[in-house]
């Protein structure tokens, strides 16, 4: 039986990665003491045998982008030194690694965006996960770490995050007053959560050193957001937006699938309004 470790596991992607792993029949190790942050550097001291840990999914990290503009030495902290520990603990015991980065194109040059396309940090968030990516192809090209690198654009399916899009947006059509957003032209990827979790599980049977998107292929504004949000809840809520255009706003974002489907003969499932159906019958439960 494979031994998995996940940084992380107690997160929206590291829980439902946990389950969907264990469903798949494997071993699944996480830490034990909730108190120790990832960039410590006895993180996994306490774990028994390391060497019979096969693969290590690192999801660990802080993720608030507004918040990275504040507190930007926070996510260098946790999310470059974090890495750097999960990756040397890889290192050490010949674990192969799968590194959960993020949307790390800035504002595209061209749509939709395949790996080749340049990367800029356009936020301290977006810098401290691309020197992620740097550490791991450094220890693959210098100490023969096995990794893959995968770079989700726009995760959605949980309502936990009240801070996201669409968990905002889904909160106001319940209360029924209004929906006020920003702006309503911005259009992203947007990739269901299960979808993330199915590609993730299905990851570890393959490590190429590479860097892959992980998307739908499919764009959505703000506007269209809501529109099949009410859809699909069955509301008819007035629209208020501000016309509040954000400082480097990137208008948007569409993911090239091509490399994830060729290596790995995958492709997602949902689309936005198949994904916010599986939200709703989660949020009447």
Request: proline letters at 4%; aromatic letters at 12%.
């Amino acid at each position: 039986m494979k031994k998995i470790f996940i940084t992380g596991s107690s997160g929206d992607i590291g829980s439902r990665l946990k389950r969907g792993l264990e469903y798949q029949g494997y071993e699944v190790l996480e830490s034990e003491n909730k108190l120790l942050r990832i960039e410590d550097k006895n993180y996994f001291d306490a774990i028994n045998n390391p060497e019979s840990i096969d693969v290590l999914y690192h999801l660990a990290a802080i993720s608030f982008v507004p918040l990275s503009w504040e507190k930007p030495s926070d996510f260098i902290k946790t999310n470059v030194l974090g890495t750097s520990n999960v990756i040397e603990f890889c290192r050490v015991n010949e674990i192969k690694l799968i590194y959960i980065s993020s949307y790390a194109y800035g504002i595209p040059q061209y749509l939709p965006i395949d790996e080749n396309h340049p990367v800029l940090s356009v936020n301290p968030y977006a810098l401290s996960k691309n020197m992620g990516e740097q550490l791991c192809e450094f220890y693959g090209k210098n100490f023969n770490l096995e990794y893959n690198i995968i770079r989700p654009f726009n995760v959605f399916g949980s309502l936990r995050n009240k801070s996201m899009l669409i968990p905002e947006i889904i909160d106001q059509l319940i209360e029924g007053k209004s929906i006020k957003v920003k702006d309503l032209v911005p259009k992203r990827d947007y990739i269901f959560i299960d979808d993330v979790i199915d590609f993730l599980v299905l990851s570890q049977n393959k490590f190429t050193n590479d860097v892959y998107n992980l998307g739908s292929g499919q764009s959505y504004s703000v506007k269209e957001i809501i529109d099949t949000c009410q859809k699909v809840w069955g509301t008819d809520v007035e629209i208020l937006s501000e016309q509040v255009t954000r400082k480097n706003e990137i208008p948007e974002t569409i993911s090239n699938m091509s490399k994830v489907k060729n290596v790995f003969s995958w492709r997602p499932k949902y689309n936005l309004e198949d994904g916010l159906i599986v939200m709703k019958k989660n949020y009447e439960k």
